[in-house]
């Protein structure tokens, strides 16, 4: 089992990365392959998914995200597949909140989550999600950095930005504001 692998990005796609680590590419499953940057040294926690007729490797920029990709992994019905989609859209923080309150129609927005998986998740990791990852708060502005995130900017350089920002603006103009800070 691997904890993490560390190495330079050498290919992204809609769905993986490439990491070269010692002359060996590593073909790794991840959410959102446009966080890590081209030809830069990455740090990736690593999932070795091992079946009868697949071996894959899951990548995660962060421990908490890999946590919740475990937590979820054990819930009947729920393969790798299923969860990376959710990672790369819902913040693990609003993921664990909806299962936490028990909100189907934000599970159910995610692809391939129909009412039955939705219900399965609560069911099985309602009050069980107490995820504690190497990732400082960003108090409040989870939505800004999930959508500064999915433009392909860089966590570190969101949380820069952050103590800059005003939690009293609408999202539009805070991603409007962010932007201009991040382009400086």
């Known amino acids: 089992m691997y904890s993490y692998i560390k190495g330079i990005v050498k290919d992204q796609e809609s769905n993986y990365i490439v990491l070269d680590n010692n002359g060996i590419g590593y073909h790794i499953f991840v959410a959102n392959p446009f966080q890590f940057s081209l030809e830069e040294e990455a740090k990736v926690y690593i999932y070795d998914h091992i079946r009868e007729d697949e071996h894959s490797l899951y990548g995660f920029q ?35 909140d909806a299962i936490d309150r028990e909100n189907i129609l934000y599970l159910k927005k995610f692809p391939k989550v129909g009412e039955k998986v939705a219900r399965q998740i609560i069911l099985d990791l309602k009050g069980k999600l107490a995820i504690t990852g190497d990732t400082p708060a960003i108090g409040g502005f989870d939505e800004l950095v999930s959508v500064l995130e ?25 991603v409007k504001e962010a932007l201009k800070l991040l382009l400086k």
């Open 150 to 174: 999915g433009l392909g900017y860089k966590l570190n350089d969101i949380k820069k930005i952050l103590p800059n920002m005003d939690g009293n603006l609408k999202i539009e103009d805070q």
């Open 62 to 96: 962060t421990k908490e995200e890999k946590e919740l990709f475990l937590k979820l992994l054990n819930v009947k019905g729920v393969g790798p597949k299923l969860i990376m989609p959710m990672l790369a859209t819902g913040s693990v923080k609003g993921i664990v």
